[in-house]
C-alpha cells in the first residue's frame, strides 16, 4: 500500500454532515466473519485447472476463505460414473485430485452432490454450456449406491475425523426448471435417499438441502423432513437483490434497479424465521445473477457486498459469495479482461473491486462496536475492534441504480478514556481500487499481456493514506466524504 497524508478540515458544525458516534467505552459483542467460511465457483472440472487452483489460493492467503463450493461433481466431464459390462464403475480420480488440492492450501470441500451422470439419468435434458443432465435417476438405489461409493471412498482416503468437517448439499435450485426436471416430490425423494445414506455410513457426516433459489421451498424442506424422520444437519438457499434466479442476457441494471435497497436482507429475516433452529446456510448470493452483468466489475458491486454482509449479521450462519474468480463457464468462456463475470478476481487474477472489499472486511476484528448515526441515508457502517485495541470501521455508500445517491459528508466521534491519535483511510470507489478503469484507460485491450496485467493490478491497489483527528479532551473527531458507490475503510490506533 501507498501512504501518503490527506488533509481535512474540521467543521465544528454543519448540518449537511451525517453524524456518526462510537462509544469506546461500551463493550461491544462477538462479530462473526460469517462471509468467509465459504466462496463459490463455476463447476468442479474448473478445480484441475492451474491458472483456477493459483487463484484460489491467493483468495484464501488473502481473504481467508475456508470451505469453496461447486456444481458439477457426477458431471460427465469428471468421469465420476458409467455403466461397462452390465456393471456400476466408480472412478474418484479427479474428486481426489481436487479434494487433495483443497487440502494441502488449507482449505476444504462444501461437496454439492450433482448434476446426473448420463449413464444414472432418467432424460436428456442438460443446463449450461458444459451440459449438466438435471434430471432425476431412472433408479434412486443406484444413486444411493453412487452416494455410498463416494463417502466410504472419502473416509477412507481423508479419514471420518476429516470429512466430518465437510458438508454435503444435495443438488443445486431443484426449484427451478433450469436445474432440476422432476418434481418437488422428486428432489425430495433424491434428498432422503442421499442423507439417510450418508447418515448410515456415519451419523456425524452433515448433510442438507434444499439449495434452492429465491428463498423457496425452505418451508416445504423442513417439514418434509421433520414428518418423515429425515435428517438434515443445515438448511441452504440462494438469493440476489432481482426477482430472476438466471439473468444471463438480460438486462440486469433495468431488474435491480426494480428491486429495493436491503432486499437481500429482508429475503434472510424470512428465510431465518422459515429455516427454525437449523443453521441457515446462503450457498450463492451477488448483486445480480447474471455471468454477463458490468456492474460486477464496478465498485457498486463493492459497497453492495459490504452493505449485505453488515446487515445480514446474526441472521445467516454462512454467507458464500458466488463466484471467487471469472474463470467460470456456464457462458462459453470468455477472452474480455473485464466482461461483468461473477468474480472477485477476473480472468487475469486482477482484483476488482469486490475482492478488495473483501480484503478490507477481512481486518475486522471480532469485537463489534455500537456505531449510531443521526439520520437515515444511503451509508451504513460497521465498527469493530481487534486484540490490539485497533478499531476498524467499515462504511459503504450503496443504493439501487437509478435511485438517489450522492456524494456524503460524514463527521465520525468517538469517546475515548484520552485522545487517538494515528489514523488511516483507505478508500475504494471509482478513482480507488478499480481494475476495469485502469483496464480502460490503457485502452481496454481484450488479449492482454504479462506486463500489462501486472501494472493493472500496480495501479488499481489499495492505498492507505493518513488522516487528521481532532481531539478535544475524551473526544475524538474526523471528518471526510465517501462518493456513491464508495467504501471507506478507517483503521484508529490509540
Not at 458490468?294 to 463493492?302: F, I, R, S, T, V
Request: some cysteine; hydrophobic content about 35%; glycine content about 6%.
Amino acid at each position: 500500500m501507498v501512504l501518503v497524508k490527506e488533509n481535512i478540515q474540521f467543521i465544528d458544525k454543519d448540518t449537511s454532515m451525517l453524524q456518526f458516534e462510537v462509544d469506546l467505552h461500551e463493550k461491544g459483542t462477538e462479530l462473526n466473519h460469517y462471509w468467509k467460511q465459504c466462496v463459490g465457483s463455476g463447476h468442479a472440472a474448473l478445480a484441475l485447472r492451474e491458472d483456477w487452483r493459483r487463484q484460489l489460493k491467493y483468495c484464501h492467503d488473502k481473504l481467508g476463505f475456508e470451505y469453496i463450493r461447486f456444481h458439477g461433481l457426477f458431471n460427465d466431464d469428471m468421469s465420476t460414473y458409467v455403466r461397462e459390462n452390465n456393471e456400476d464403475v466408480f472412478s474418484f480420480y479427479n474428486i481426489d485430485s481436487i479434494f487433495d488440492y483443497l487440502l494441502n492450501i488449507g482449505m476444504r470441500p462444501f461437496v454439492e452432490l450433482s448434476f446426473m451422470p448420463r449413464d444414472l439419468a432418467s432424460g436428456e435434458d442438460t443446463v449450461f454450456h458444459y451440459r449438466g443432465n438435471i434430471t432425476p435417476p431412472h433408479d434412486y438405489k443406484k444413486w444411493g449406491d453412487l452416494i455410498r461409493a463416494l463417502i466410504a471412498h472419502l473416509i477412507s482416503r481423508y479419514s471420518i475425523d476429516e470429512v466430518r468437517h465437510w458438508y454435503f448439499e444435495v443438488w443445486n435450485e431443484p426449484n427451478l426448471k433450469q436445474f432440476w426436471s422432476g418434481t418437488q416430490e422428486d428432489y425430495f425423494k433424491l434428498y432422503a435417499t442421499t442423507a439417510r445414506t450418508i447418515k448410515d455410513i456415519n451419523p456425524d457426516i452433515k448433510v442438507g438441502g434444499p439449495a434452492s433459489a429465491r428463498n423457496q421451498w425452505i418451508t416445504e424442506f423442513v417439514q418434509f423432513c421433520q414428518n418423515n424422520d429425515v435428517p438434515c444437519d443445515f438448511v441452504s438457499t440462494h438469493h440476489y437483490p432481482t426477482d430472476v434466479a438466471l439473468g444471463h442476457h438480460l438486462d440486469m441494471e433495468e431488474k435491480m434497479a426494480q428491486s429495493k435497497r436491503g432486499i437481500v436482507t429482508e429475503m434472510a429475516k424470512q428465510a431465518r424465521l422459515e429455516a427454525g433452529e437449523s443453521q441457515l446456510f446462503y450457498t450463492e448470493w451477488n448483486n445480480s445473477p447474471s455471468c454477463r452483468d458490468a456492474y460486477h466489475d464496478d465498485p457498486y458491486a463493492a459497497a453492495f457486498a459490504v452493505k449485505a454482509i453488515a446487515d445480514n449479521m446474526g441472521i445467516v450462519d454462512m454467507y458464500s459469495f458466488w463466484t471467487f474468480s471469472d474463470i467460470f463457464e456456464e457462458e462459453p468462456f470468455p477472452s474480455l479482461p473485464f466482461h461483468g463475470g461473477f468474480g472477485l478476481l477476473n480472468i487475469h487474477g486482477i482484483p476488482k473491486p469486490t475482492f478488495h472489499a473483501f480484503s478490507l472486511l477481512n481486518q475486522l476484528g471480532n469485537e463489534r462496536l455500537n456505531i449510531s448515526r443521526d439520520q437515515d441515508s444511503t451509508v451504513d457502517a460497521i465498527a469493530s475492534r481487534n486484540r490490539d485495541d485497533e478499531v476498524i470501521i467499515l462504511f459503504s455508500n450503496h443504493n439501487i441504480p437509478r435511485a438517489p445517491i450522492k456524494n456524503e459528508k460524514i463527521k465520525l466521534t468517538f469517546n475515548t478514556e484520552s485522545g487517538l491519535t494515528d489514523a488511516y483511510i483507505i478508500r475504494i470507489d471509482e478513482n480507488n481500487a478499480n481494475a476495469k478503469r485502469v483496464w480502460k484507460t490503457m485502452g481496454a485491450q481484450e488479449y492482454l499481456e504479462n506486463k500489462s496485467v501486472a501494472d493493472i493490478i500496480k495501479r488499481s491497489a489499495l492505498s492507505e493514506t493518513k488522516i487528521q483527528m481532532a481531539n478535544k479532551g475524551t473526544i475524538s473527531i474526523m471528518e471526510f466524504d465517501i462518493p456513491p458507490h464508495g467504501i471507506v475503510f478507517l483503521k484508529i490506533h490509540k
